[in-house]
């Protein structure tokens, strides 16, 4: 969500920031933009389309730089216009990128206005780059660090000014930012991904970090105003991830990298199940709590529905799941022997973050992050961490990150339950049988596409869908709605199925297609009366059913035959299909699968 790039160096600069903003598409962005310097003042190209167009304007302008900022923002305050789109001015000095959402904007520009500064956006960053421009005295970096001590909310800003055309000023709180190190040049960003190749070192900015890049290197300051050095490590140069290859969106590839993603996921054999797997004092830990709280947004959170079975079935703990976003503002019963675990894809998540910090002033100290980025700040407070890898995803859509979640979850319900005895030996060996064929059932599945698409053709002329799953694939019908939805916009709802009855039946009729999740599993008896109960109003059923569970294709009930039965870790096999459903609808629709309207890949503001 948002992303900022900033450079210095001897060079036309602007090639490279635009090169960052497209790498850093993925995230989402609804308008962009790039600024660079002159001894008039700063000068600037926007657009409310996508980056290449952006690149358009800026090659037919002749625009160069060899100091500059870049940005994709996606608009909270302020509808997505031109006037709107980042880079700000102030008083024609002074430049802005900004992600993150100021709190305390609106006085902040009523003390501004006073000073005769005017408003020319609907933005909260126009109030930071007039705030900045008030607090200049010749030295950004000082005006930078007087200026985010009144600020309240969530930011990361690179700043330019045209008294100080070789220097970008860059500050972090509650919003991630690096610093690039490269040779005779330096840089910001939102992500390492925006300036691999042209960086080969980066160091992570600390909460209330402010840094100056200049052509002599970088200054950091931390939030008391300290000169502090910030652990620099290499960066991979930035690769296969963009090439589509056979593929028409990289949703599809994601879709189809998952037996790749999970193999690399799970563990050598003689660690599966090994706390030291999660941190180096996890088994003294795990041993001493008495319950889990996991806490989520999005597509993480169904993950975590799906983990409290493994854990409470497994493992036999009692496990609280949570909306991370919603956790943190209502009162809650803290326990100190509960394990925390945060779930992320990218680790940045804000409303996950702020929720884990909440967790932790309550006294709740063991935690543990599921995530994709070993670097991100979620890895870095919490006390333990399992990493996927699921590799870059681009696709706004999660799909090899949820998957590959789930992995990292099951494992921890297997690892738990070993300590606490309710693993045996021959319990162990089964699970971990069923983990390292994983890969191969998943290429089963994915070998059901092109009877999906058939699928797909009937879904792509709908406006409404039902999901249905009961026991541990209910979470799993709820991902499989989110996925229709984001990317088809077609209006999508899951239920347990034995809630029919209760409600959603009143929806059912030939217009509405229902999707239903049939494992063969202890509930199937159960399911196949919900289903009866839908042919009964004339719905049009549509079945994702193990091979063994004797439903078959008839008069208003299509079935495909899921290869093979999968037991606790069905939900993996079962979630694929409906990734393939939705991604086909969509691409009948014509949508864009990629970039979906409204959404953003990364929620770095709350």
Same mark, same amino acid.
């Given at each position: 969500?948002?992303?900022?790039?900033?450079?210095?160096?001897?060079?036309?600069?602007?090639?490279?920031?635009?090169?960052?903003?497209?790498?850093?598409?993925?995230?989402?962005?609804?308008?962009?933009?790039?600024?660079?310097? @002159?001894?008039?003042?700063?000068?600037?190209?926007?657009?409310?389309?996508?980056?290449?167009?952006?690149?358009?304007?800026?090659?037919?302008?002749?625009?160069?730089?060899?100091?500059?900022?870049?940005?994709?923002?996606?608009?909270?305050?302020?509808?997505?216009?031109?006037?709107?789109?980042?880079?700000?001015?102030?008083?024609?000095?002074?430049?802005?990128?900004?992600?993150?959402?100021?709190?305390?904007?609106?006085?902040?520009?009523?003390?501004?206005?006073?000073?005769?500064?005017?408003?020319?956006?609907?933005?909260? @960053?126009?109030?930071?780059?007039?705030?900045?421009?008030?607090?200049?005295?010749?030295?950004?970096?000082?005006?930078?660090?007087?200026?985010?001590?009144?600020?309240?909310?969530?930011?990361?800003?690179?700043?330019?000014?045209?008294?100080?055309?070789?220097?970008?000023?860059?500050?972090?709180?509650?919003?991630?930012?690096?610093?690039?190190?490269?040779?005779?040049?330096?840089?910001?960003?939102?992500?390492?991904?925006?300036?691999?190749?042209?960086?080969?070192?980066?160091?992570?900015?600390?909460?209330?970090?402010?840094?100056?890049?200049?052509?002599?290197?970088?200054?950091?300051?931390?939030?008391?105003?300290?000169?502090?050095?910030?652990?620099?490590?290499?960066?991979?140069?930035?690769?296969?991830?963009?090439?589509?290859?056979?593929?028409?969106?990289?949703?599809?590839?994601?879709?189809?990298?998952?037996?790749?993603?999970?193999?690399?996921?799970?563990?050598?054999?003689?660690?599966?199940?090994?706390?030291?797997?999660?941190?180096?004092?996890?088994?003294?830990?795990?041993?001493?709590?008495?319950?889990?709280?996991?806490?989520?947004?999005?597509?993480?959170?169904?993950?975590?529905?799906?983990?409290?079975?493994?854990?409470?079935?497994?493992?036999?703990?009692?496990?609280?799941?949570?909306?991370?976003?919603?956790?943190?503002?209502?009162?809650?019963?803290?326990?100190?022997?509960?394990?925390?675990?945060?779930?992320?894809?990218?680790?940045?998540?804000?409303?996950?973050?702020?929720?884990?910090?909440?967790?932790?002033?309550?006294?709740?100290?063991? @935690?543990?992050?599921?995530?994709?980025?070993?670097?991100?700040?979620?890895?870095?407070?919490?006390?333990?961490?399992?990493?996927?890898?699921?590799?870059?995803?681009?696709?706004?859509?999660?799909?090899?990150?949820?998957?590959?979640?789930?992995?990292?979850?099951?494992?921890?319900?297997?690892?738990?339950?070993?300590?606490?005895?309710?693993?045996?030996?021959?319990?162990?060996?089964?699970?971990?049988?069923?983990?390292?064929?994983?890969?191969?059932?998943?290429?089963?599945?994915?070998?059901?596409?092109?009877?999906?698409?058939?699928?797909?053709?009937?879904?792509?002329?709908?406006?409404?869908?039902?999901?249905?799953?009961?026991?541990?694939?209910?979470?799993?019908?709820?991902?499989?709605?989110?996925?229709?939805?984001?990317?088809?916009?077609?209006?999508?709802?899951?239920?347990?199925?034995?809630?029919?009855?209760?409600?959603?039946?009143?929806?059912?009729?030939?217009?509405?297609?229902?999707?239903?999740?049939?494992?063969?599993?202890?509930?199937?008896?159960?399911?196949?009366?919900?289903?009866?109960?839908?042919?009964?109003?004339?719905?049009?059923?549509?079945?994702?059913?193990?091979?063994?569970?004797?439903? @078959?294709?008839?008069?208003?009930?299509?079935?495909?035959?899921?290869?093979?039965?999968?037991?606790?870790?069905?939900?993996?096999?079962?979630?694929?299909?409906?990734?393939?459903?939705?991604?086909?609808?969509?691409?009948?629709?014509?949508?864009?699968?990629?970039?979906?309207?409204?959404?953003?890949?990364?929620?770095?503001?709350?």
């Amino acid at each position: 969500m948002c992303g900022i790039v900033g450079a210095v160096a001897q060079r036309n600069i602007v090639p490279v920031l635009i090169e960052g903003l497209r790498r850093l598409e993925y995230r989402g962005y609804d308008s962009c933009g790039v600024a660079t310097v @002159t001894a008039q003042g700063p000068q600037r190209v926007r657009s409310v389309s996508r980056v290449a167009e952006l690149d358009e304007q800026v090659r037919e302008a002749h625009f160069e730089g060899v100091t500059g900022i870049a940005h994709t923002r996606w608009a909270t305050h302020g509808a997505p216009t031109v006037n709107n789109a980042h880079p700000i001015f102030s008083r024609d000095a002074m430049a802005i990128v900004h992600n993150g959402i100021i709190e305390n904007y609106e006085s902040l520009r009523e003390t501004l206005r006073a000073q005769g500064y005017e408003f020319v956006s609907q933005t909260d @960053t126009e109030v930071i780059a007039h705030l900045i421009h008030s607090c200049y005295k010749g030295d950004l970096f000082a005006a930078v660090r007087e200026a985010v001590q009144q600020l309240a909310g969530a930011y990361a800003i690179g700043v330019v000014h045209k008294d100080q055309p070789h220097v970008v000023v860059g500050a972090r709180a509650g919003s991630p930012l690096v610093v690039g190190y490269g040779e005779g040049e330096n840089f910001i960003a939102s992500d390492a991904l925006a300036i691999a190749g042209s960086a080969s070192r980066i160091s992570y900015l600390e909460e209330g970090d402010v840094c100056e890049i200049s052509l002599e290197g970088v200054r950091i300051a931390d939030r008391a105003g300290n000169i502090v050095t910030r652990e620099a490590r290499d960066v991979q140069a930035y690769g296969g991830a963009v090439d589509l290859g056979p593929y028409r969106h990289y949703m599809q590839k994601e879709i189809f990298e998952q037996p790749r993603a999970i193999a690399d996921t799970i563990p050598a054999a003689d660690e599966a199940f090994d706390p030291v797997l999660f941190g180096d004092n996890a088994a003294g830990v795990f041993k001493d709590i008495d319950s889990i709280l996991i806490l989520a947004c999005g597509t993480s959170y169904y993950a975590g529905l799906t983990a409290k079975y493994w854990l409470e079935s497994v493992a036999k703990i009692r496990t609280d799941v949570e909306i991370a976003s919603e956790y943190r503002y209502r009162e809650s019963v803290p326990n100190p022997r509960s394990l925390v675990v945060t779930i992320s894809q990218s680790g940045e998540t804000a409303d996950t973050l702020a929720a884990l910090k909440h967790a932790q002033s309550l006294g709740m100290q063991h @935690t543990l992050a599921v995530c994709n980025v070993a670097t991100s700040a979620m890895v870095r407070l919490t006390e333990f961490k399992f990493l996927t890898h699921a590799g870059r995803e681009i696709g706004v859509a999660s799909t090899k990150a949820f998957t590959t979640q789930l992995v990292g979850l099951f494992i921890l319900a297997v690892t738990l339950g070993k300590l606490r005895g309710h693993v045996n030996a021959r319990q162990e060996a089964a699970y971990l049988k069923l983990l390292r064929h994983l890969p191969a059932a998943l290429n089963g599945v994915l070998a059901l596409e092109p009877q999906i698409i058939a699928w797909s053709e009937e879904f792509a002329r709908k406006e409404n869908a039902l999901f249905l799953g009961r026991g541990l694939h209910y979470p799993i019908a709820l991902e499989g709605a989110l996925k229709l939805k984001e990317i088809s916009y077609i209006h999508a709802e899951a239920y347990p199925a034995g809630e029919l009855k209760h409600g959603p039946l009143a929806l059912v009729t030939e217009a509405m297609p229902v999707v239903t999740v049939a494992p063969n599993d202890a509930l199937l008896e159960k399911l196949k009366s919900n289903v009866q109960e839908v042919r009964a109003r004339g719905g049009q059923l549509y079945v994702f059913a193990d091979a063994d569970t004797h439903i @078959t294709s008839e008069e208003g009930i299509h079935v495909i035959r899921m290869p093979e039965h999968y037991g606790l870790l069905s939900p993996i096999l079962h979630v694929v299909p409906l990734q393939l459903l939705a991604y086909h609808t969509a691409c009948a629709r014509g949508t864009d699968v990629d970039k979906p309207r409204n959404l953003a890949k990364s929620v770095t503001v709350e």
